[in-house]
T-cell receptor
Framework: NAGVTQTPKFQVLKTGQSMTLQCAQD?????MSWYRQDPGMGLRLIHY???????DQGEVPNGYNVSRSTTEDFPLRLLSAAPSQTSVYFC??????????????FGPGTRLTVL | KNQVEQSPQSLIILEGKNCTLQ??????????LRWYKQDTGRGPVSLTI?????NTKSNGRYTATLDADTKQSSLHITASQLSDSASYIC??????????FGGGTRVLVKP
């Protein structure tokens, strides 16, 4: 099992550009989510999905879109990058979103810089 | 508002020594608390999970405690090793599955 994979590992964008951060998992997990991690702050939930075809907003969804066409993939799209979106982005998955002891497995992260 | 506060923000310890990290939370209603270890440049990895009825749980040299009455948890690292250098994140799950993440404690173990 590769677990949760993310690409790219690093990315530099100019303000206004768009891009897609890729996330895939091979554990047949129903629940997937995207977080951003900023210095000194806890991980913040951007969007999540409880299964293919179902997505919902998290704590900080503005400026980001997601879709979930398959169980395995959960891409995160930045529509028009802004310097405030400079951050490290983590994708995570768990067996279900409802099992209260479900373990979340995190990807290695994508470090994004917006100039 | 649900909050998770961790202390200290960072600490430096000598290899072989012990240390204790603190986590205070105001999450309610409480479901469980999990400690993650995050190596530099990597995603967080779960160390241990504590439910309401558990006071202590160990995972090798890591021992977590939970006092649900005072809403405090600690993570004790025994006989630290260089590989323990990492950030440690406390995450509290509320009933209803909402997660609140602490800001983490960065630990540096020096030889």
């Amino acid at each position: 099992n590769a677990g949760v994979t993310q690409t790219p590992k690093f990315q530099v964008l100019k303000t206004g550009q768009s891009m897609t951060l890729q996330c895939a998992q091979d554990m047949n997990h129903e629940y997937m989510s995207w977080y951003r991690q900023d210095p000194g702050m806890g991980l913040r939930l951007i969007h999540y999905s409880v299964g293919a075809g179902i997505t919902d907003q998290g704590e900080v969804p503005n400026g980001y879109n997601v879709s979930r066409s398959t169980t395995e993939d959960f891409p995160l799209r930045l529509l028009s990058a802004a310097p405030s979106q400079t951050s490290v982005y983590f994708c995570a998955s768990s067996r279900t979103g409802g099992g209260f002891t479900d373990t979340q497995y995190f990807g290695p992260g994508t470090r994004l810089t917006v100039l | 508002k649900n909050q998770v506060e961790q202390s200290p923000q960072s600490l430096i310890i000598l290899e072989g020594k012990n240390c204790t990290l603190q986590c205070n939370y105001t999450v309610s209603p409480f479901s469980n608390l999990r400690w993650y270890k995050q190596d530099t440049g990597r995603g967080p990895v779960s160390l241990t999970i504590m439910t309401f009825s558990e006071n202590t749980k160990s995972n090798g040299r890591y021992t977590a405690t939970l006092d649900a009455d005072t809403k405090q948890s600690s993570l004790h690292i025994t006989a630290s090793q260089l590989s323990d250098s990492a950030s440690y994140i406390c995450v509290v799950r509320a009933a209803g599955n909402k997660l609140t993440f602490g800001g983490g404690t960065r630990v540096l173990v020096k030889p």
